[in-house]
C-alpha cells in the first residue's frame, strides 16, 4: 500500500492506510498499547486493540525511536477524548499490522521536549538525534522557506545566483584564514574565502550585474560565544546602483519574506528607519541600537539602517585601516579627499548595515570601481605597492577593463534566522552546528591526519605549545 503522511490522515477518516514513522512514545494500558507516531509531517496516535493479537504482541516490543511501518485504520476519536491542541487530535488510527524496519537504542537524549534542559556538548555530539525534536526541525525548516523565498524574489528581481570558489585565496574581512594545503603544489596553500567579496565585484566587471548567492564564509575568530567558523551569508551585488537601490532591494526582500514566513511578526516600522552611525552613537552608544519600542514582544522587528560610517580608523598599531573592507568607495563627497589622501578621519565611507533588535543583521557598501580610487585606499592603509601588486593585482586590473559602478551587501543568514525563530545563539538554527570552540563533536573535527598524507603536503608538525592555564 502506498504511504501515507501523517498530516494528510486527517483527510481519511474510515480508509485503510500506511503510515511510516518513528516512535514517539509507546503506552502500555495492559490490553491496549497505543503508539504515538511521528514523521516528518505530523503525529498521531496510533492504538493496537486486543482483536489484532499479532500487532498487539510487536507493539508490546517496541520502543522510543523505533522505526515502524504501521497499517491500520483511520478512526474519528470518540466526541470526549478529541484533543483540540493537537493536529490529529480528533482522529486515531486502529493498528492492524506493524512491520519494524529497524530498531533503536535508548536514545542518548530525549528528543520530545525542546531539550534546552540537554547539556549543549550532548545535543551536538548526538545531532542527528537532536535534531529530531520539534523545535530543531521547526527552525532548520523555516530556514529552508527563508532561503528558497529570498531566492525567488531575488530572481524576480533580476538577479542571478552564481557560485563562487571555496578554494581561493587569502582574503581580508578582518580575520584569520583557514588555510588548506596543496598536494600538487607542495608549500602552497588556499585559503578558505571569509567572503565572496572580491568575486563578487569580479563579476560585476564580467557583466553580470545583478549577482546574489547564499555563501558559506570562513573565519578562524578566537573562540567566540555565538560565533561559528563556518556560516552563511546572504551575499549580493549589483551595478550602476546607488546606496538607496541596494537598501530598498534588500528592505523588500526582507519584508516580503517575514511576512510570508512569519505572519505574526510586526515589523515596528516600514520604511525602515534611516539612522546615522554619529546619531547611532551619540543616542544609543551602539552603532547596532535596538530600537524596540516594546523590547517583552518576542514577535516585535525593529530593523534600522545605520549610515554615513567614517571610512577609515586608526588600528591598534595607529595605523589606518578600513572600518567595514578595503573594498568601500567613499561617498561623493568625500572623493576628492580620498584622492588626494587628505583629511583622512573625515572621509565618509558609502556604507550601510542593516540592525535588527539590536543585532547586526548585515552590512555593505558602494565600492570603489576606479583602480585609482581602490589604490588610494591601499596606500592610506600604508601597504607597499609590492603588496598591493601582490594582493590586490587582479582587482586593480579588472577594474582597467571597464568595470561598472557597482555595490552590494551581505546578511549574516544564521543571525536573521535565530532572531525570527527567537532563538539565544545561531547554532540553534544550523543543522550541524561547532561548538564556541569550532570543534563539530559529532564528526570530532578538527582531528589529526596520517604520517602518509602529511608527508603527501610535505608537512611537519611542529609540537604544540604548551597552553599556560
Ligand atoms: N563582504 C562583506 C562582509 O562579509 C559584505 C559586503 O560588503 O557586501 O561583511
Request: with cysteine.
Amino acid at each position: 500500500m502506498q504511504r501515507t503522511y501523517i498530516k494528510d490522515l486527517k483527510n481519511k477518516v474510515g480508509e485503510e492506510v500506511s503510515v511510516s514513522g518513528w516512535v514517539d512514545v509507546r503506552r502500555d494500558h495492559g490490553k491496549l498499547i497505543f503508539v504515538d507516531l511521528r514523521d516528518m509531517s505530523g503525529k498521531v496516535q496510533a492504538v493496537a486493540l486486543p482483536n489484532h493479537k499479532e500487532a498487539v504482541a510487536i507493539a508490546s516490543t517496541i520502543r522510543s525511536e523505533w522505526v515502524i511501518e504501521v497499517l491500520g485504520k483511520v478512526n474519528p476519536r470518540p466526541e470526549k477524548l478529541v484533543n483540540k491542541n493537537e493536529e490529529n487530535g480528533a482522529i486515531e488510527m486502529e493498528i492492524t499490522s506493524i512491520v519494524v524496519l529497524n530498531e533503536a537504542i535508548t536514545p542518548a537524549l530525549d528528543v520530545n521536549g525542546d531539550g534546552k534542559e540537554i547539556d549543549e556538548e550532548v545535543r551536538l555530539k548526538y545531532r542527528y538525534l537532536d535534531l529530531r525534536r520539534p523545535r530543531m526541525q521547526k527552525n532548520i525548516r523555516n530556514r529552508h522557506k527563508v532561503m528558497l523565498l529570498a531566492r525567488n524574489l531575488l530572481e524576480k528581481e533580476g538577479f542571478c545566483e552564481i557560485e563562487t570558489p571555496n578554494l581561493t585565496i587569502a582574503t581580508a574581512e578582518g580575520s584569520k584564514n583557514f588555510i588548506v594545503p596543496s598536494r600538487l603544489e607542495p608549500g602552497k596553500f588556499y585559503a578558505l574565502p571569509q567572503a565572496p567579496q572580491q568575486y563578487k565585484q569580479l563579476l560585476m566587471a564580467a557583466g553580470f550585474e545583478k549577482y546574489f548567492q547564499f555563501a558559506r564564509c570562513f573565519r578562524d575568530e578566537d573562540t567566540r560565544g555565538d560565533r561559528q567558523p563556518e556560516f552563511t551569508q546572504m551575499d549580493l551585488e549589483m551595478s550602476f546602483a546607488t546606496e538607496e537601490d541596494v537598501m530598498r532591494i534588500n528592505e523588500k526582500t526582507l519584508i516580503e519574506t517575514i511576512q510570508t514566513i512569519y505572519p505574526h511578526k510586526k515589523i515596528q516600522q516600514i520604511p525602515f528607519p534611516v539612522i546615522t552611525y554619529k546619531e547611532a552613537i551619540e543616542k544609543y552608544g551602539s552603532d547596532k541600537p535596538d530600537i524596540r519600542t516594546d523590547k517583552n514582544d518576542p514577535d516585535l522587528l525593529a530593523f534600522a539602517w545605520i549610515v554615513d560610517f567614517p571610512m577609515f580608523e586608526k588600528g591598534d598599531d595607529g595605523k589606518w585601516t578600513f572600518t567595514h573592507n578595503p573594498f568601500s568607495g567613499t561617498k561623493p563627497e568625500s572623493y576628492n579627499d580620498l584622492m588626494n589622501k587628505e583629511n583622512i578621519e573625515n572621509i565618509m565611507a558609502a556604507q550601510y548595515d542593516i540592525t535588527l533588535n539590536g543585532s547586526e543583521i548585515g552590512g555593505g557598501s558602494i565600492r570603489n570601481h576606479r583602480p585609482e580610487a581602490l589604490r588610494k585606499v591601499l596606500e592610506i592603509m600604508g601597504f607597499s605597492d609590492e603588496k598591493i601588486e601582490k594582493e590586490y593585482g587582479h582587482m586593480l586590473k579588472a577594474f582597467e577593463t571597464g568595470t561598472p559602478p557597482h555595490g552590494g551587501i551581505a546578511w549574516g543568514l544564521d543571525r536573521l534566522i535565530m532572531i525570527l525563530e527567537n532563538e539565544p545563539n545561531i547554532r540553534e538554527v544550523i543543522a550541524f552546528a561547532k561548538t564556541g570552540e569550532g570543534k563539530d563533536l559529532m564528526m570530532n573535527a578538527p582531528s589529526e591526519v596520517s604520517p602518509e598524507q602529511l608527508r603527501e603536503l610535505r608537512l611537519k608538525i611542529d609540537k604544540p605549545e604548551k597552553k599556560n592555564n
